[in-house]
């Protein structure tokens, strides 16, 4: 997939935005907090329906605008032309159209244009709680198979009923607690089985790519972990129901599964120098990217790739620089406060690229040749 155009009117500190793209590579330079990661935001938002950084939509308009409009203009691999757009009225429920036909679930939308980004937030999937790991998990497994997607939407919706129950001051009805429960069984099931099949598929993909950004000088390894292991789910859930009730709160299911991120033998989170967590989450993306391409429906992944050389030696990055410069990766989006990064990127690119400048919200593009 390959966005031609953009089109962007007070999304966050974009005022007003028209850009064409190169199908190659395009790069965003600037200072912090001038709007280069708001730009990545916006191609981010017309793949999800939602911003990367912040989840509640209207805080996502521009602070003296009413309303915030993306459009996408997209070539498929095939050539095929399709647009996007997506607009949201304050105090209105968001309006996402492709090609001027409104969605009726945004769900429907959802691994039509693959995308796979790289950003600062991204260490929080190591530093962080397990929560924002198995949202990467569900972010590429959704992409590319959409029986997953209905079954995490279904076990959701039946952990949030069953929480309510548990939290509530009255005796709750038996038989009610059951019927979510088997709804969570029976959804959950097919998230474990899926998470796990993805993870054993990924897991070698991934090492290869540390493997080559790092050259070899660290191993690192990925585990799942998940109640499902134990036996069957329903079982699981059902006997942990007198303690649920007591916490108010499900202690048992695929909503508690996390991966176990390790270095050598030992937990990259403890072990990891900040250049070597680096390398670890970048190798994690570039293998989500690989893995996407390989099993979306013959479309390859935008790559957006946000600051990512911060705290990175000059090796790793010029592997880095390598790997993204190759034939594997289509589109690729990428900003940076620092121009040396990308001028070696651009001395490798034998394809168009265009360079724009970022300042207070505004774009322009700079015609210029990198020497």
């Not at 190659?24 to 708001?38: A, E, L, P, S, V």
């Not at 924002?132 to 959409?146: A, C, E």
């Not at 899926?194 to 290869?208: D, G, H, L, Y």
Request: glycine share 6%; net charge neutral; charged share 30%.
């Amino acid at each position: 997939m390959i966005l031609k155009r953009i089109s962007i009117l007070n999304y966050k500190n974009l005022e007003q935005a028209e850009l064409e793209f190169s199908p190659k590579m395009n790069c965003f330079i600037g200072q912090n907090g001038m709007g280069k990661t708001n730009l990545l935001d916006a191609v981010y938002y017309l793949s999800f329906c939602k911003s990367a950084t912040n989840p509640i939509d209207s805080q996502n308009i521009r602070h003296e605008g009413e309303f915030f409009v993306i459009q996408g203009f997209y070539e498929t691999d095939q050539g095929e032309p399709e647009e996007v757009y997506c607009g949201l009225k304050r105090r209105q429920k968001k309006q996402f159209k492709r090609n001027k036909k409104e969605y009726n679930r945004l769900s429907d939308h959802i691994g039509f244009i693959p995308l796979v980004m790289v950003s600062p937030a991204d260490a929080e999937l190591i530093a962080g709680g397990s929560d924002g790991r198995r949202r990467f998990m569900d972010v590429v497994i959704s992409q590319y198979d959409k029986e997953y997607l209905d079954a995490l939407i279904r076990y959701n919706k039946a952990l949030t009923q069953r929480n309510a129950l548990l939290k509530s001051e009255q005796e709750f009805d038996e038989e009610l607690m059951l019927v979510w429960e088997e709804m969570m069984a029976s959804a959950g099931e097919v998230v474990f089985k899926k998470r796990s099949e993805f993870i054993a598929e990924f897991i070698p993909t991934f090492q290869s790519f540390y493997s080559y950004i790092s050259q070899d000088k660290e191993k690192v390894n990925l585990a799942y972990e998940s109640h499902a292991m134990s036996g069957g789910l329903l079982d699981i859930i059902k006997e942990s129901r007198r303690r649920d009730r007591v916490m108010g709160y499900s202690l048992k299911g695929v909503h508690k599964d996390d991966l176990i991120m390790q270095l050598g033998d030992f937990p990259i989170k403890r072990e990891g120098s900040q250049g070597q967590n680096k390398t670890y989450l970048i190798a994690l993306k570039l293998a989500q990217f690989d893995f996407l391409k390989k099993t979306g429906s013959n479309t390859t992944p935008l790559l957006l790739l946000d600051d990512i050389f911060d705290k990175l030696d000059a090796f790793r990055v010029e592997q880095i620089v390598k790997l993204v410069a190759g034939d594997s990766f289509g589109q690729i989006f990428i900003t940076d406060t620092n121009r040396d990064h990308l001028d070696k990127i651009l001395k490798k690119i034998e394809r168009e690229y265009r360079v724009f400048a970022v300042e207070n919200g505004g774009v322009t593009e700079r015609k210029e040749v990198i020497k």
